[in-house]
Nanobody, 124 residues
Framework: QLQFVESGGGLVQSGGSLRLSCAAS????????VGWFRQAPGKEREEVSC????????NYVDSVKGRFTISRDNAKNTVYLQMNSLKPEDTGVYYC?????????????????WGKGTLVIVSS
């Protein structure tokens, strides 16, 4: 059974850090481009970051550039999102999702497999 499981969320003060993990089971993650998405209360889900299948290409939404870093360890079937200098506006449920494509393209409507999310709350 194809499955993504996110972990690492929690409550952190503004300026703090968290590291999210996205573990894949039931398939070889190295074949998939993977993205991190977030959904704040009352808002639509948005792409945060995306990494190509072998990690050669990455991209970030402007609001997290310089603060967040996406990475992957295909041997461990896991993708990570290191989040530093967190702000209250980073609060939301963070999801990882994957699809088979070339490059770091992660359209929210085009992802094939999704995890159930992990909650991040940044207090001011």
């Amino acid at each position: 059974q194809l499955q993504f499981v996110e972990s690492g969320g929690g409550l952190v003060q503004s300026g703090g850090s968290l590291r999210l993990s996205c573990a894949a089971s039931g398939f070889i993650l190295g074949y998939y481009t993977v993205g991190w998405f977030r959904q704040a209360p009352g808002k639509e889900r948005e792409e945060v970051s995306c990494i190509s299948s072998r990690g050669m290409f990455v991209n970030y939404v402007d609001s997290v550039k310089g603060r967040f870093t996406i990475s992957r360890d295909n041997a461990k079937n896991t993708v990570y999102l290191q989040m530093n200098s967190l702000k209250p506006e980073d609060t939301g449920v963070y999801y990882c999702a994957g699809h088979e494509t070339i490059g770091a393209h992660c359209p929210t409507s085009g992802m094939d497999y999704w995890g159930k999310g992990t909650l991040v709350i940044v207090s001011s």
